[in-house]
């Protein structure tokens, strides 16, 4: 569905990507782990058009979306939940999900996805006029989530989505992705959860540095002595 190839990114000299390839097939959970700073954010920003690639490929359902503006992403099936939620903190929880809705053109089956998103995340609806700047950071997640699904996505990006929150909110957010997979959405996954997200995938990929170091499925990767002693802290 998705495939990335010889992906090229740099911030002014210094390269944060070196020719990084990865795929996502349809159905799967896929997650890119890795330190800080190992060019994860900046993989899921060229998927959507945020930072350019230098060079590289990046195709999804077999067309090419380099240089596609992010309404024409979310068009094609594409939507991102963003690093720190980016969520409008002054509207409430009703005018974020209808924000998500933008790109949609039918706009009474998108008033039914955002009542049906509500009854799936209880809390939200509890909260649905209050300014989204007033939920906890569990329930901004879920409003993140919300409102990116209800683009409709075939693949849904998630980046860093357990940032900041206490393990059982983190638990929370897992199984919402998992109830996603279910439902047969395709999942990319940035995490620095690295044994959360792999024990969650299907398959995984290791960044360092700006390259791709180890890839395979999830539970080779977590039986790879190499991955637990860099990745789980030997554990
Ligand atoms: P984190 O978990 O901290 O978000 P990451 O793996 O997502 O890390 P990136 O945010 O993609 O890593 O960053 C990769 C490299 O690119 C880092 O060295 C970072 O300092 C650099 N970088 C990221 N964004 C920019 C930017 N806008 N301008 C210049 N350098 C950047």
């Keep these: 569905m998705l495939v990335v190839e010889d992906l090229v990114v740099r911030y002014g000299r210094s390269p944060a990507l070196r020719g990084v390839s990865f795929t996502v097939n349809e159905g799967e959970i896929v997650t890119i782990i890795g330190p800080n700073g190992a060019g994860k954010s900046t993989a899921l920003k060229s998927i959507v058009g945020l930072v350019a690639p230098a060079s590289g490929r990046i ?12 309404e024409a992403l979310l068009r094609q099936g594409l939507s991102l939940v963003p690093e720190g939620r980016h969520i409008f903190t002054s509207l409430t929880v009703a005018e974020n999900l ?37 939920l906890s950071g569990g329930e901004q997640q879920q409003l993140a989530i919300a409102r990116a699904l209800i683009a409709r996505p ?44 792999v024990a969650l995938a ?3 990929y290791v960044l360092q540095s ?14 790879s002595t190499e991955v637990i002693d860099s990745y789980f802290g030997g554990a």
Aim: proline share 4%.
């Design 59 to 70: 195709d999804f359902a077999g067309r090419s979306v380099v240089g596609l503006r992010t």
């Design 98 to 134: 209808r924000i998500g809705a933008t790109a949609r053109r039918d706009r009474r089956a998108a008033r039914q996805d955002i009542a049906d998103m509500l009854e799936r995340f209880p809390a939200l609806q509890r909260r649905v006029s209050s300014p989204a700047g007033k």
């Design 154 to 197: 075939r693949m849904l990006m998630l980046d860093e989505p357990s940032l900041g929150l206490a393990p059982l909110i983190v638990e929370q957010i897992f199984d919402i992705i998992r109830e996603l997979r279910a439902e047969g959405t395709t999942v990319l996954l940035v995490e620095q959860n690295a044994a959360k997200a």
């Design 202 to 204: 299907d398959r995984a």
């Design 210 to 223: 700006g390259s791709v170091v180890i890839h395979g499925a999830a539970s080779e990767i977590l039986s």
